[in-house]
Nanobody, 118 residues
Framework: QVQLVESGGGLVQAGGSLRLSCTAS????????MGWFRQAPGKERMFVAA????????SYADSVKGRFTVSRDNAKNTVYLQMNSLKPEDTAVYYC???????????WGQGTQVTVSS
């Protein structure tokens, strides 16, 4: 199992941008697809974006398509989430995780808070 540490969250006005980072320990990072999830207060955790092991394939939740971009740098053991045109409804704790299968994720990080003010 790897350890994941998210960073880059903060307070931003609607329409602004943030870039989240998720850095992994261990030497197997590049072997796995990675994903971003978020959880707003009182709501279930939801999928945001995912990227395959090479960075050549990505997927997004409909609610963030065209605004968020997931990328990775395997040399730095880091996956990124560039968030543009942020909306108040994007406010949540954002987590990264490693994908073991289509429905199984592990090695969740501690999360980073993103707050978008209107």
């Amino acid at each position: 199992q790897v350890q994941l540490v998210e960073s880059g969250g903060g307070l931003v006005q609607a329409g602004g941008s943030l870039r989240l980072s998720c850095t992994a320990s261990g030497r197997t990072f590049s072997s796995y697809a990675m994903g971003w999830f978020r959880q707003a207060p009182g709501k279930e955790r939801m999928f945001v974006a995912a990227i395959n092991w090479s960075g050549g394939g990505t997927s997004y939740a409909d609610s963030v398509k065209g605004r968020f971009t997931v990328s990775r740098d395997n040399a730095k053991n880091t996956v990124y989430l560039q968030m543009n045109s942020l909306k108040p409804e994007d406010t949540a704790v954002y987590y990264c995780a490693r994908r073991l299968s289509d429905t199984l994720w592990d090695s969740w990080g501690q999360g980073t808070q993103v707050t978008v003010s209107s």
